[in-house]
């Protein structure tokens, strides 16, 4: 049997997870489930937030032993709350993340992730030496940073031509990364590295960002309406697979604190030292993929990010780079309903 443990955010580590002798679910909100989390959370909340707790109070789960949440923004902050009201005999731990990146911080979060790794043990009854827990993780960590940099191979050839379903299928095996373990998902990408030969392209190179985009059918809608996505920013997406430095006198939990902070941050984590450096990063990949336009994604009601689109579109115009911003809900629906916008953008592009 595979003992599952739930969580909903990208800063959460993996290896830990499955060092600890567990499987992850990142529980994502895609559900049939009937809308009920308005009975414990206010309705204009993030829509993220609001479907992964229709899947707990319809019990649209899997068996879990325990629930990772990441105090990433007050809403995730507000679903932990709800979650044990929802469902009061989980196990729930709630780690703290810092907003920037400094010494400070980084002391912090490392001691956040030790604690998480200690509390994982405790879950799953294993009392072990701190050696054998670090040899553990460090295992853990080998594995997934094969995943990474087999994850980064298929980003670039995405990047330098157009293979037919190849962004669906990197989306398939980040999801399995995320919702089985990182053995499969590194078979897959395995396998995926060497695709057959590439298609003529006859649709626009766009670079896609944003803060959830985790169905890997709406690619293929991309690729119908004459958009070729050549680089994408979400926190399901390959920023999801973070490659994680160590050293080999190196403190593992510093070394995770480290590598998560110095990822590609999400929007509510700021670089206080460059004020607007989403912006410019969001520019930088553009041009460095080849992107004839940029098209962003937010969910509905996510301050963090809505807050910072200006600047971002401010940027983007200042390099002359097309910008289309859509914003939505979690559903290939709401991805559809968006069609004609898209199409129009593509054609504004002359492809």
């Known amino acids: ?90 196990k729930i731990i709630l780690i703290d993340l810092p907003s920037g990146m400094n010494r400070l911080s980084l002391d912090f979060l490392s001691k956040e992730y030790e604690r998480l790794s200690r509390t994982l043990f405790k879950w799953n009854d294993q009392t072990l030496e701190p050696e054998i827990i670090s040899e553990k993780i460090k295992e853990k960590i080998f594995q997934w940073n094969l995943l990474a940099d087999s994850i980064k191979k298929i980003e670039e050839k995405m990047t330098n031509d157009f293979f037919p379903g190849y962004a669906s299928g990197l989306q398939q095996i980040i999801n399995t990364a995320a919702t089985e373990s990182i053995d499969q998902a590194l078979a897959m990408a395995k396998s995926k590295i060497e695709p057959e030969n590439p298609c003529k392209s006859l649709t626009a190179p766009v670079f896609v960002f944003g803060n959830l985009l985790f169905d890997p059918k709406v690619y293929d809608l991309f690729e119908e309406w004459n958009v070729q996505v050549v680089g994408t920013d979400f926190c399901t997406s390959s920023r999801f697979v973070t490659r994680i430095q160590t050293g080999p006198d190196d403190n593992i939990f510093r070394s995770l604190a480290h590598s998560y902070l110095k990822q590609t941050p999400c929007a509510r984590t700021m670089d206080t030292t460059i ?62 309903q968006q069609q004609t916008r898209i199409e129009a953008f593509t054609e504004m592009l002359e492809v």
């Open 1 to 90: 049997m595979n003992k599952k443990i739930g969580f909903t955010c990208a800063y959460t580590p993996v290896p830990l997870i499955e060092a600890a002798g567990f499987f992850p679910y990142r529980i994502l909100p895609e559900t049939k489930a009937p809308d009920q989390a308005g009975h414990l959370l206010h309705d204009n909340l993030c829509p993220h937030v609001k479907k992964v707790l229709d899947r707990a109070l319809e019990n649209d789960l899997p068996d879990l032993e325990g629930m990772v949440f990441i105090n990433s923004c007050d809403t995730m902050r507000r679903l932990a709350d709800a979650w044990q009201v929802a469902r009061p005999d989980d």
């Open 275 to 336: 004020p607007g450096s989403i912006a410019q990063r969001i520019v930088e990949r553009a041009k460095k993929s080849n992107a004839k336009g940029v098209i962003g994604f937010t969910l509905k009601f996510c301050d963090p990010y809505l807050a910072r689109i200006p600047m971002i579109r401010q940027a983007l115009q200042k390099e002359s780079i097309p910008f289309l911003m859509l914003e939505g809900d979690c559903t290939e629906g709401s991805m559809g």
